[in-house]
């Protein structure tokens, strides 16, 4: 339908677009390029090339970049598998009850970052909800430091980032005629057979948008790791906001900012190849 | 697995996920009306001090309007520079079009910590580093993406039907923007600025770089205090902001109806 109401005939009325598109590249590009000479600038003497060698020598930057991409890559593996279900779900089983579980599904977007990350801190504290009913239930002797830890940082992220997962495979599953499974079981294909080799490649599509997404946020949260993690890891954006706050290495933030963009530019530009193969956004 | 078991664990399964999804939510609606000065469970008794004491605390009240104030400007200045550039850009089908839009969104894609470390060292040049000014730069380059997707999206839904015949009938093109067009889509209009306002409203790490005594927002606020103590209070706050935010919702979908919204996208 959208195809439909765009056309290839006449020009393009650009000037109605000049405004926003010169705010972005005078205030948006710029700082970002500024910010890139500002990376390859290091004190009179260093090759330009210093702080990035830094990045990948250095084994504090180094177990810091391994970091930010095991996360991430664990976080996205995790919405993944806990995630497909629930899209498929509500795209074959929910029937009236479709519109809701996608209520339910945005619905938390309008809780701030800071209340969801509140509301961990509660669950996950030395006498939080957790600990509280693990004392009571004899399975520990003493409250386990949980808060502060990879695990309640992970939680954490992944409770933010899986809605759009499930979103982004649901808006594919959607779009599959439910008797292509019929026609799987006709021939005789198992639950499992029919899944695994007719519905799952049939959604890789979805699979990767929702796998690019999550990445792409994951690799860049902020808020979640500063108040869950509590040091126990430190992603470049950590890092960045330490040494902007602490130690004001600028030149270094600068180069892990140009890496994040950098990463997080590339991802875009396959995600925008899918979603032009596909047609789904 | 006999049909009904299958059925019951699907639904043990999508019950438990949106328990996880609103277990921290409602836990924090709890604390907030607990009596402790810490967060400890179990609870002990329940009370509204922390309501009275957020709206006691001053740096809560001027984050919250200091706040306000920008996701408000940030929102009409994207709707002011994303409107005309997303009609102007949704119906053509070429390389060009499309790489403007991919243009116009792709402050989404770059982490915002990125966005406001970058932009607060290149706004000190112009000596804009922590003024209101710049904070509301930033806040508006981030609210972009948001009013031209959903522009984008209701414009190319309505197809270009009414807005021939409005011109076989004699409008002309102001006309036709006018009583046509903007009307048409001012569900995408309503539903982006509402978008770009509570992003905005939530926005840290952007707002981190560029706070000083007279730009520090809520979220900032909320980071300090939550640095020094863990007691009651951000609960309190976060269930005001939940309120806010809800009856927002509730008021634009009264006054225009976000429901029409969803349809389209």
């Not at chain 1, 010169?22 to 970002?32: D, E, N, R």
């Not at chain 2, 011109?167 to 600025?193: D, F, K, N, S």
């Amino acid at each position: 339908m959208a195809q439909a109401a765009r056309s290839r005939t006449g020009s393009i009325a650009w000037g109605p677009a000049l405004p926003a598109l010169l705010f972005l590249v005078a205030l948006f590009v710029a700082p970002l390029i500024d910010n890139g000479l500002r990376s390859i600038a290091p004190p009179a003497g260093a090759p330009w090339y210093a702080y990035y060698a830094r990045l990948v020598s250095d084994p504090f930057y180094l177990s810091s970049l391994v970091e930010t991409v095991g996360l991430s890559v664990l976080v996205t593996a995790l919405c993944l598998v806990a995630g497909y279900p629930v899209a498929y779900y509500l795209t074959r089983y929910a029937g009236r009850w479709r519109s809701l579980i996608v209520f339910l599904l945005i619905s938390p977007l309008l809780t701030s970052i800071i209340m969801r990350t509140f509301g961990w801190r509660a669950i996950f504290a030395r006498r939080g909800l957790l600990n509280t009913f693990l004392l009571d239930a004899g399975l520990v002797d003493r409250p386990i430091d949980l808060l502060g830890s990879p695990l309640s940082a992970v939680v954490g992220l992944v409770h933010v980032l899986i809605p759009f997962m499930v979103l982004s495979i649901a808006a594919v599953l959607e779009k599959l005629d439910p008797r292509i499974e019929e026609a799987a079981h006709v021939l005789g294909a198992s639950r499992t057979q029919a899944f695994v080799r007719v519905i799952l490649p049939l959604s890789l599509d979805g699979v990767a948008s929702g796998t690019i997404l999550v990445f792409m946020l994951a690799m860049g949260s902020f808020v979640t790791l500063l108040f869950l993690g509590g040091g126990s890891l430190k992603t470049f954006p950590l890092l960045i906001y330490q040494q902007f706050n602490t130690t004001r290495d600028f030149g270094m933030a600068a180069a892990m900012s140009n890496v994040l963009m950098t990463i997080a530019v590339a991802l875009m530009f396959v995600q925008l190849r899918l979603i032009r193969r596909t047609g789904v956004s | 697995m006999s049909d009904r078991l299958r059925r019951l664990v699907w639904l043990a399964y999508v019950w438990a996920f949106f328990v996880f999804v609103f277990a921290p939510i409602a836990i924090v609606v709890v604390v907030a009306f607990q009596e402790q000065g810490y967060v400890a469970f179990p609870i002990r008794g329940y009370s509204l001090r922390w309501f009275e004491k957020v709206f006691a605390y001053k740096p809560f009240i001027d984050g919250l309007v200091t706040s306000f104030e920008v996701a408000a400007l940030a929102s009409v200045g994207a709707l002011l520079l994303g409107t005309p550039a997303a009609l102007a850009l949704a119906r053509h089908e070429s390389r060009t079009a499309d790489a403007a839009v991919t243009f116009l969104l792709s402050p989404l894609a770059v982490p915002l910590i990125v966005v406001g470390f970058a932009m607060l060292f290149y706004l000190s040049r112009f000596g804009l580093g922590t003024t209101f000014l710049g904070l509301l730069i930033a806040h508006t380059v981030v609210s972009i993406p948001y009013v031209v997707r959903t522009t984008i999206g209701v414009y190319r839904a309505i197809g270009r039907e009414i807005e021939e015949a409005a011109e076989v009938l004699g409008a002309t093109r102001r006309q036709v923007l006018w009583y046509v067009t903007l009307p048409a889509i001012r569900p995408g209009l309503i539903g982006g600025a509402l978008l770009s306002f509570l992003i905005s409203i939530d926005n840290l790490p952007v707002s981190y770089f560029f706070s000083s005594v007279d730009t520090v927002t809520l979220p900032v606020v909320m980071l300090s205090y939550m640095e020094s103590s863990f007691d009651p209070s951000i609960a309190a706050l976060s269930v005001v902001q939940l309120l806010i935010a809800f009856g927002g919702l509730l008021l634009v979908d009264r006054v225009y109806g976000i429901r029409s919204l969803s349809r389209t996208i």
